[in-house]
């Protein structure tokens, strides 16, 4: 059975930071793609940031370039997001799911991140 | 960045209703568009992939049509289960995005 459990979430003050953790079980993590979806609170989904199953490739929306870093390890079956210099608008539940075909098939349940003084 | 507007926003119908979804992109997407379902406090469900592929295990009265610019999502028959938030997303260009949902609620 697939599972995506993510961690890491929790209260920060704006301009600090946290990291995303994703455990991966229940299929060969190293050959898929993985990705964060955000929604922040009563709003819809904004897609974060993409990368390939080596970690070779990564993309990002623009709104979290050079503040955000998706990474894995796949000796671990873990994917990462580290967040930086973080914003108010950067609260909301941040899912990491597999891509299969293109497309998530997998989610994990989410993680909240809270960015408040 | 392509630009999803779904239609309606908020659709109120009866179980056993035929429920029509759109989603227009900005600019054409080919087929790489998919539907997901959520409900509140839950993670998203994938319903269709490549416009009109149903995911496996999603019951056959989802369906999903259109390609380039525009979209449909089809629910044959609403049954109280499908009582929640629809979402579009496009997976041709980066950054991939959503459209802003279709809360469909029981009448």
């Known amino acids: 059975e697939v599972q995506l459990v993510e961690s890491g979430g929790g209260l920060v003050q704006p301009g600090g930071s946290l990291r995303l953790s994703c455990a991966a079980s229940?299929?060969?993590?190293?050959?898929?793609?993985m990705t964060w979806v955000r929604q922040a609170p009563a709003k819809g989904l904004e897609w974060v940031a993409n990368i390939k199953e080596d970690g070779g490739d990564k993309y990002y929306v623009d709104s979290v370039k050079g503040r955000f870093t998706i990474s894995r390890d796949n000796a671990k079956n873990s994917l990462y997001l580290q967040m930086n210099s973080l914003r108010a608008e950067d609260t909301a539940v941040y899912f990491c799911?597999?891509?299969?075909?293109?497309?998530?098939?997998?989610w994990g349940q989410g993680t909240l991140v809270t960015v408040s003084s | 960045d392509i630009q999803l507007t779904q239609s309606p926003s908020f659709l109120s119908a009866s179980v056993g209703d035929r429920v029509t979804i759109t989603c227009r992109a900005s600019?054409?997407?080919?087929?790489?568009l998919a539907w997901f379902q959520q409900k509140p406090g839950k993670a998203p469900k994938l319903l269709i992939y490549a416009a009109s592929t149903l995911q496996s295990g999603v019951p056959s009265r989802f369906s999903g049509s259109g390609s380039g610019s525009e979209f449909t999502l089809t629910i044959s028959s609403l049954q109280p289960e499908d009582f929640a938030t629809y979402y579009c997303q496009q997976l041709n260009i980066y950054p991939l995005t959503f459209g802003g949902g279709t809360k469909v609620e029981i009448k």
């Open positions: 799911a597999r891509v299969s075909w293109g497309v998530n098939d997998y």
């Open positions: 229940g299929f060969t993590f190293s050959n898929y793609w």
């Open positions: 600019q054409g997407v080919s087929s790489y």
